[in-house]
């Protein structure tokens, strides 16, 4: 059976580990002068080499070459996942009180301690503040924040680094020479990015796509991915760029067609803007593209991450062509309605009514009421109730007038409901809905309304009310 790349290749001294100098070079300094510490910690994500460091750490200290994965009775390795609970603990405590066998050393070197219930801590602590002198340990875990700081302040701590992409890409490139693996240099790149810094990853993918055929190609490690191909994101950004919201539509389902997931299209996405914004291209919109790089982080953990995607891409379209994909498909009368201006202009100059027959309105002269409808109120009202259930307890008592040609009228028979609404972060909370439901950001006004009252309302000593605002943060009254 063949060997795995990334075991094949796993470094056996430290100064073979690759972008780790900063961890290599100080502990070859303390091997040489003699200053072994009875504990270390390495912390950091996966795959950049804490594993490798630590065994080629317990065999240097003992002056042993490490030469495979073979294991030497004075090097222990422990995986903190399965051996977890107390007893597991103790039973290993006893032994550390135990001389090595050939070794000057015993090595105990435990992955994943974070996994280590508080009672294995509490006991493996004792053992750290006064541990026999032929014992070190080496603690390796991806999850440091959940370690006890006493068991942290006890340890030599390391933080290992995710690898630069440049040094993942140059190492790939070493092995595909040994193996006679054909490869290219953009394909390359490409695993190497997609390893987010880690060794193990970006090998085991070379491997993988070694095995899938020659040359690899980067058709073939898009493929192998499952993410969309770079030319078809091109084209999806630039539907953005030029405010296409037809040919928008059509690209992103043709992704969704062709079986690309949207949390993968949001990703490759958002990889491409970043290098765009990084690389102060002087063709975007630095702050709109920062606002769809915000959102386009969300679409992973929806629940609908297909219907989001749209949602997210259609809103960052420029206002003007948004209110025309909402409009595109209403019927030719609706179009015709003219302005209240325009009727107000016809009926002074005695001008008959405009038939449907007459020029139609620009889209982006477009009432507010033209895109925010009673039924699309009901969707933003939902949205709240669903994500922010006290705010829509409040929202949902106003009256709403679509009249207003370029704000949105929210009318509060109560003072507190309208003094709440009208909280900055409650207002943004409100447009963001809106804007999500109807694909266009529009401003609300919140205005008192004495009308709305019943006259059991009307009759109720406005201290009072305020009283009960002020205790609860408002009020409903029922008849």
């Excluded at 240099?185 to 190497?192: D, F, W």
């Amino acid at each position: 059976m063949g060997q795995a790349l990334y075991r094949k290749y796993r470094s056996k001294s430290l100064p073979e580990i690759v972008g780790q100098e900063h961890i290599t070079k100080t502990l070859n300094s303390a091997i040489k002068q003699g200053r072994i510490s009875h504990a270390y910690l390495f912390t950091g994500p996966k795959g950049v080499g804490k594993t490798s460091v630590a065994r080629i750490l317990a065999h240097e200290i003992n002056g042993l070459k490490y030469v495979d994965d073979t294991g030497h009775i004075d090097i222990i390795e422990i995986d903190a996942a399965s051996n977890r609970k107390l007893e597991e603990t103790k039973s290993l405590i006893e032994k550390i009180y135990v001389a090595p066998v050939t070794a000057r050393y015993k090595v105990y070197i435990i992955d994943e301690v974070h996994m280590l219930t508080p009672e294995s801590f509490n006991a493996l602590l004792k053992t750290l503040e006064e541990p026999p002198e032929h014992a070190v340990f080496i603690l390796a875990t991806t999850e440091a924040h959940k370690l006890p700081e006493t068991i942290v302040s006890r340890t030599q701590r390391f933080q290992f680094k995710p690898i630069d992409q440049s040094k993942i890409a140059k190492h790939l490139k070493y092995i595909a020479e040994q193996e006679k693996i054909k490869v290219d240099l953009e394909a390359l790149e490409l695993i190497a990015a997609h390893g987010q810094g880690s060794f193990r990853d970006s090998i085991g993918l070379l491997d993988q796509a070694a095995n899938y055929g020659q040359p690899i190609t980067i058709e073939t490690v898009t493929n192998l991915l499952g993410i969309p191909p770079k030319t078809l994101l091109d084209q999806l950004y630039s539907d953005l760029n030029n405010t296409n919201s037809a040919r928008l539509m059509k690209d992103i389902h043709n992704l969704f067609d062709q079986g690309y997931p949207a949390t993968a299209i949001a990703s490759q996405l958002s990889d491409l803007i970043r290098f765009r914004i990084i690389s102060n291209d002087p063709h975007i919109d630095q702050a709109s593209s920062l606002n769809l790089l915000e959102k386009l982080l969300d679409i992973p953990a929806s629940t609908q991450p297909e219907r989001l995607l749209e949602i997210v891409l259609l809103a960052s379209l420029p206002k003007s062509n948004n209110k025309a994909m909402i409009n595109e498909d209403r019927p030719e009368t609706d179009k015709n309605v003219l302005r209240p201006t325009e009727k107000s202009a016809s009926s002074q100059n005695q001008q008959p009514t405009p038939s449907v027959n007459d020029k139609p309105v620009p889209k982006s002269d477009l009432l507010i009421s033209d895109a925010m409808s009673p039924t699309a109120w009901t969707e933003v009202l939902n949205l709240l109730k669903s994500r922010f259930n006290t705010l829509y307890g409040v929202v949902r008592m106003a009256s709403v007038d679509y009249s207003d040609p370029s704000v949105l009228q929210l009318n509060f028979a109560f003072p507190f409901h309208q003094k709440r609404v009208n909280e900055a972060h409650n207002r943004k909370l409100i447009e963001d809905a809106i804007e999500q439901v109807i694909g266009m950001r529009i401003n609300i006004k919140c205005n008192i309304d004495k009308s709305l009252l019943t006259p059991n309302q009307k009759d109720t000593e406005p201290q009072e009310i305020d009283t009960i605002a002020e205790v609860f943060g408002g009020v409903e009254l029922l008849d």
